[in-house]
């Protein structure tokens, strides 16, 4: 990731947040962790993007050490601290196909809570859809 690019990301984290909660390695520690679990979808919310999009989740053998490489998520590479917040939904859609109902599946947000809590502090917060960790706020 260019040095320009990391120095605008640090600017604007700096302008619209109050407090950070992840750090790269806890970033890399929750999606590491996570690996045990089936996890298939997420919604990203970015700092420097107005709304959350729906997309895979990301395995452990697509993180470097200051970013997450291509892993074929809509936004290519990025950098950990790009992450405002990632929702785990209890009922994921399928990213290709939402609209078919049957794709539907079900993700043990209480096992991946469960996972977090065994492995670290981290900001985590329970919403209609599942469960949120924030990045920063």
Request: charged content about 30%; proline content about 4%; hydrophobic content about 45%.
């Amino acid at each position: 990731m260019p040095a320009r690019i990391e120095e605008e990301l640090k600017k604007l984290i700096k302008l619209k947040f109050e407090v950070s909660h992840m750090s790269n390695a806890k970033w890399r520690k929750l999606f590491t962790a996570l690996d045990s679990v089936e996890v298939r979808v997420a919604y990203w919310k970015f700092v420097d993007l107005d709304s959350e999009f729906q997309d895979r989740f990301i395995k452990s053998d697509a993180l470097m050490d200051k970013f997450v490489g291509d892993t074929g998520l809509i936004v290519g590479p990025f950098a950990y601290r790009r992450i405002e917040w990632l929702e785990i939904p209890i009922i994921a859609k399928d990213p290709i196909q939402p609209k078919v109902p049957f794709l539907n599946f079900e993700q043990n947000i209480q096992q991946i809570e469960d996972i977090l809590n065994s492995i670290g502090h981290f900001k985590i917060l329970k919403t209609k859809r599942g469960l949120r960790i924030v990045g920063h706020e």
